[in-house]
């Protein structure tokens, strides 16, 4: 553990340093193209996380539907009820390709040559404040939508009514809305467990590499750098005592639960090892000293969206912390 260790609280001091300065970062000239282009998408962060919300489903229409096959005003009011939802859905889809761009073009300001990450980090805040701002968005809609099964019902009883319909010939308007490669994609989208985090993951790891010339710690160090700035946050009593509602604290444990999982979809040995920048016992233990009921669904992202947790390089200690 002493490389592991020297490495974490080497970066600390500096991570007090952001701590601090992060929630009042302002962009410079130089991040204002990329700082103005994130900003548009995290605007439209705050209506999709509202329209989540909301989403109640059609379960019921779709159940009296399904009761009644030969009642054709039913089959209609549950159509009705379905199309409008899916509308959204898909809207959510195209959103988190959106989102992609974002996190892509914010990794390159935040790795490119000459400056070490540490440097970015100190040198672009605001575009490190929007990046940890995509975190929380990111596992805010996660956490959602994994409490929300009328999601994949609507989705699923929508594919099979276009179906049906497919092989008597009929044609209907909504699938001009969604046609049938659209759909694949977004039922690929929304069978996965956390959809939003599943595509920043692969894109970060698309953004390693694509981009051979650039070391792969210039990536993971600015990822361990805000993992550790979270949880100096978190874990310092004089920081966090300035936390004014229990709001901040859940993005402050979002973001560091974002990064730990990019962390480990692209480090070669990942959050968990020995090795690894992140302090991960420091990370959950601070995790677990929440309430459960805020802190479970993040507990659940390290245990079920990791790539390393089970490697045999993971310490058993961390594995019964992760219990």
Same mark, same amino acid.
């Given at each position: 553990?002493?490389?592991?260790?020297?490495?974490?609280?080497?970066?600390?001091?500096?991570?007090?340093?952001?701590?601090?300065?992060?929630?009042?970062?302002?962009?410079?000239?130089?991040?204002?193209?990329?700082?103005?282009?994130?900003?548009?998408?995290?605007?439209?962060?705050?209506?999709?996380?509202?329209?989540?919300?909301?989403?109640?489903?059609?379960?019921?229409?779709?159940?009296?539907?399904?009761?009644?096959?030969?009642?054709?005003?039913?089959?209609?009011?549950?159509?009705?009820?379905?199309?409008?939802?899916?509308?959204?859905?898909?809207?959510?889809?195209?959103?988190?390709?959106?989102?992609?761009?974002?996190?892509?073009?914010?990794?390159?300001?935040?790795?490119?040559?000459?400056?070490?990450?540490?440097?970015?980090?100190?040198?672009?805040?605001?575009?490190?404040?929007?990046?940890?701002?995509?975190?929380?968005?990111?596992?805010?809609?996660?956490?959602?939508?994994?409490?929300?099964?009328?999601?994949?019902?609507?989705?699923?009883?929508?594919?099979?009514?276009?179906?049906?319909?497919?092989?008597?010939?009929?044609?209907?308007?909504?699938?001009?809305?969604?046609?049938?490669?659209?759909?694949?994609?977004?039922?690929?989208?929304?069978?996965?467990?956390?959809?939003?985090? @599943?595509?920043?993951?692969?894109?970060?790891? @698309?953004?390693?590499?694509?981009?051979?010339?650039?070391?792969?710690?210039?990536?993971?160090?600015?990822?361990?750098?805000?993992?550790?700035?979270?949880?100096?946050?978190?874990?310092?009593?004089?920081?966090?005592?300035?936390?004014?509602?229990?709001?901040?604290?859940?993005?402050?444990?979002?973001?560091?639960?974002?990064?730990?999982?990019?962390?480990?979809?692209?480090?070669?040995?990942?959050?968990?090892?020995?090795?690894?920048?992140?302090?991960?016992?420091?990370?959950?233990?601070?995790?677990?000293?929440?309430?459960?009921?805020?802190?479970?669904?993040?507990?659940?992202?390290?245990?079920?969206?990791?790539?390393?947790?089970?490697?045999?390089?993971?310490?058993?200690?961390?594995?019964?912390?992760?219990?």
């Amino acid at each position: 553990m002493g490389n592991q260790s020297r490495t974490v609280t080497g970066m600390c001091p500096v991570a007090k340093t952001l701590s601090l300065q992060y929630a009042h970062a302002q962009p410079t000239e130089a991040e204002t193209a990329v700082w103005n282009q994130v900003s548009a998408v995290l605007e439209e962060a705050h209506g999709i996380l509202a329209e989540l919300q909301s989403y109640n489903g059609a379960g019921q229409e779709i159940r009296e539907a399904i009761q009644n096959p030969g009642d054709l005003a039913l089959q209609e009011k549950a159509w009705n009820a379905v199309c409008p939802l899916v509308a959204k859905l898909k809207r959510f889809y195209e959103f988190s390709l959106r989102l992609e761009n974002a996190l892509r073009s914010l990794l390159e300001a935040l790795t490119s040559p000459p400056y070490a990450p540490m440097q970015h980090l100190e040198r672009e805040q605001a575009l490190a404040k929007q990046f940890a701002e995509i975190l929380h968005f990111t596992l805010s809609f996660d956490e959602l939508k994994m409490t929300n099964p009328a999601i994949q019902n609507d989705f699923s009883y929508y594919r099979r009514t276009i179906s049906r319909n497919r092989l008597n010939n009929q044609q209907l308007e909504a699938e001009n809305e969604v046609n049938n490669e659209m759909a694949n994609r977004m039922s690929l989208f929304y069978a996965e467990a956390t959809p939003m985090l @599943k595509t920043l993951s692969n894109a970060t790891t @698309k953004f390693v590499s694509e981009n051979k010339t650039l070391p792969i710690e210039d990536t993971t160090d600015c990822l361990s750098t805000m993992a550790c700035v979270c949880r100096v946050m978190l874990e310092t009593p004089e920081y966090r005592c300035r936390f004014t509602n229990t709001d901040t604290m859940l993005f402050c444990m979002r973001v560091m639960v974002g990064v730990i999982i990019l962390y480990d979809h692209v480090h070669p040995v990942g959050a968990f090892a020995k090795t690894s920048k992140i302090d991960m016992k420091g990370c959950i233990k601070v995790l677990k000293e929440q309430p459960s009921n805020s802190v479970e669904g993040l507990l659940n992202a390290l245990r079920y969206t990791t790539r390393h947790l089970n490697d045999d390089s993971t310490s058993k200690q961390i594995r019964a912390l992760l219990q």
